[in-house]
């Protein structure tokens, strides 16, 4: 079994930050890429994602105010949120494109129960 647990979600003030973390545990042999999407009303939209050596990805819409990390030892991602706008207000969901023990080469997705951002006065 493998899960993905969100945390760091919650209400902030315009131009205010926060920092979203995934930490992926159970029966993976390696990870291939995390990222994060959000989804408001609508469809699920990438936000950002790190590979495995470190290469990142941001959609326009977040470009200068988020940043993506990764600790490998720990499994775990992170998104810091800076300059939050109202529009950033969504359900931001954790991915893991990995290889479990059990499948390995596979390259599967997992999604963590997503954890809510609140942009509001």
């Known amino acids: 079994q493998v899960q993905l647990v969100e945390s760091g979600g919650g209400l902030v003030q315009p131009g205010g930050s926060l920092r979203l973390s995934c930490a992926a545990s159970g029966n993976i042999f390696s990870i291939n890429a995390m990222g994060w999407y959000r989804q408001a009303p609508g469809k699920r939209e990438l936000v950002a994602d790190i590979s495995s050596d470190g290469n990142t990805f941001y959609a326009d819409f977040v470009k200068g105010r988020f940043t993506i990390s990764r600790d490998s030892a720990k499994n775990t991602t992170y998104l810091q949120m800076n300059s939050l706008k109202p529009e950033d207000t969504a359900v931001y969901y954790c991915?893991?494109?990995?290889?479990?023990?059990?499948?390995?080469?596979?390259?599967?997705?997992?999604w963590g129960k997503g954890t809510l951002v609140t942009v509001s006065s």
């Open positions: 991915n893991a494109h990995l290889e479990p023990f059990d499948s390995i080469g596979a390259g599967l997705d997992y």
